[in-house]
C-alpha cells in the first residue's frame, strides 16, 4: 500500500493517508495492530478507508494551501528535514527525531518561531513527566530543530537548549539497592519464565539468547546462522562462535562482538523448530522482526503467560550483566560481551558484586 505514515503517539499507532498534493486522511488502525504495514489489508475497515482516500478527487490542496508559511513551525520542520544538518546524521538519529520533529509539526505547524520561548517548550516538555526516556529524546529533537532555526535567523536563543533532562525513574533492585531505567530481573524471574515458556517456543529462544549473551533487542532480532562460524578455544576445544556488529552506534563507532556461543544456548536453538535462515528469531509471518514489532510480541506473550508487569528483555540483558559481574568477570570481559562503549555502565555492576564479595570476606571468621 503507497501514501502511508505511521508512528507511535502515547503508546498507541497512528496512521495517516499522505499522497502529494492530496489533504492528509487519517485511517482506522485495526484492533491489536503491531506496526506491520503487511496486516492491513486483513481489516475491513482500514482497506475500506484506505481505498475511499484513495478514490477521493476532491481532496486535492488549493493552490498553495499545502506549503507551509515561511516562519512557521510548519515551514521549520520542513526545511531543517530536508537540510544537511539533518541528512548528514546517522540513520538511527535521523529516524528517531523524525518522529518526534513530525509529531511536533502535526501540532504546532502553524505556530510562528520567533513566538516560541522556553516557557513554551517546557509546558510541552512537562507532560511528558511519566516517561523520561521518550521526554529526553524529544527534548534532543527540539535543540537540534531549533539550533537550525538559529541558523536560519529565526531565533538568537535556542529555546530548548537549558531545559534539565528527566532523570530515569528509580526501581529498588533484588539487592535493596536504587536502579534506574529498566528493572533488572531477578533470579526467581527467569526460573519463573522458563518454567511458562518452555524449550522450542519462540520465548524461551528469545529468553535464553539474551540471558546468555546480553544482547539488546535490537541486536537479538539480527542475529542468525550467517554470523556463526567454527573456532578452537583457548585449551584448544572446538567451539561454535558469534561474531556480529552491533546495531546500535553501528553508524558512528560501530563494536563488534565476537564470542564463543554457550553450548546450553546452542541446545535450545537447535530445539527451536521456527527459527529462520537469517536470523533465529522469526515473526509470525516467518519472517524477521522489526525492532518495536519484537517488543511488543514479547509484551503480548509476557502478559498472556501472566508473569509480573514491568520486565522487559533490556531487563534480562541487566540480568545477564550482573551475573557475570557476580561471577568474577573483569569490567573488559564484561564490555567484550555487551558491547558498551565506556566502562562507566559495567562498573556498576562490577562493584555491586565487588561489595558483596567484599562485605562476605570481611566478617569471615566473625560469623
Not at 62 to 91: F, H, K, N
Not at 127 to 145: G, T
Request: hydrophobic share 35%; glycine share 8%.
Amino acid at each position: 500500500m503507497r501514501y502511508l505514515k505511521q508512528w507511535k503517539q502515547d503508546g498507541n499507532w497512528r496512521i495517516r493517508f499522505r499522497r502529494p498534493g492530496y489533504k492528509p486522511a487519517e485511517l482506522p488502525v485495526p484492533p491489536g495492530y503491531r506496526g506491520d504495514k503487511a496486516t492491513l489489508a486483513n481489516s475491513k475497515d482500514f482497506l475500506t478507508a484506505y481505498l475511499a482516500a484513495m478514490a477521493e478527487p476532491v481532496a486535492v490542496v488549493a493552490p498553495g494551501e499545502a506549503r507551509a508559511t515561511y516562519g512557521t513551525v510548519g515551514w521549520l520542520c520542513g526545511e531543517y528535514l530536508g537540510s544537511l544538518d539533518y541528512t548528514g546524521r546517522p540513520q538511527s538519529m535521523k529516524d528517531r527525531h523524525k518522529r518526534y520533529i513530525e509529531e511536533f509539526r502535526e501540532k504546532y505547524g502553524d505556530l510562528i518561531v520567533k513566538v516560541i520561548e522556553q516557557e513554551t517548550i517546557e509546558k510541552i516538555f512537562a507532560k511528558m513527566i511519566d516517561q523520561p526516556s521518550r521526554a529526553n529524546q524529544w527534548l534532543d529533537a527540539m535543540r537540534d530543530l531549533f539550533k537550525y532555526a538559529i541558523k536560519r535567523k529565526l531565533l538568537v536563543v535556542n529555546p530548548a537548549l537549558d531545559i534539565k533532562k528527566r532523570k530515569p525513574k528509580l526501581h529498588v533492585g533484588e539487592n535493596g539497592e536504587s536502579e534506574e531505567g529498566h528493572l533488572t530481573w531477578p533470579v526467581t524471574l527467569l526460573e519463573q519464565a522458563r518454567q511458562k515458556f518452555p524449550v522450542g517456543t519462540k520465548m524461551r529462544l528469545a529468553i535464553e539468547m539474551i540471558n546468555a549473551l546480553a544482547f539488546r533487542r535490537s541486536d537479538v532480532i539480527r542475529v542468525g546462522p550467517p554470523n556463526t562460524y567454527e573456532g578452537r578455544l583457548e585449551d584448544g576445544r572446538s567451539a561454535t562462535f558469534l561474531k556480529y556488529t552491533q546495531h546500535k552506534n553501528r553508524e558512528r563507532k560501530p563494536i563488534t562482538v565476537d564470542t564463543p556461543i554457550p553450548a546450553e544456548l546452542l541446545d535450545v536453538i537447535k530445539k527451536t523448530k521456527a527459527t529462520g535462515l537469517k536470523t533465529w528469531l522469526v515473526g509470525a509471518r516467518s519472517g524477521s522482526f522489526a525492532t518495536q514489532g519484537f517488543t511488543d510480541s514479547f509484551a503480548d506473550e509476557w502478559a498472556k503467560a501472566g508473569l509480573p508487569p514491568g520486565y522487559t528483555p533490556h531487563g534480562l540483558r541487566k540480568r545477564c550483566l550482573t551475573d557475570l559481574a557476580n561471577d568474577g568477570k573483569t569490567i573488559h570481559q564484561i564490555q567484550a560481551i555487551s558491547g558498551h562503549l565506556t566502562s562507566k555502565e559495567v562498573e556498576r555492576y562490577t562493584k555491586m558484586a565487588d561489595r558483596a564479595r567484599n562485605a562476605r570476606a570481611a566478617m569471615a571468621g566473625r560469623v
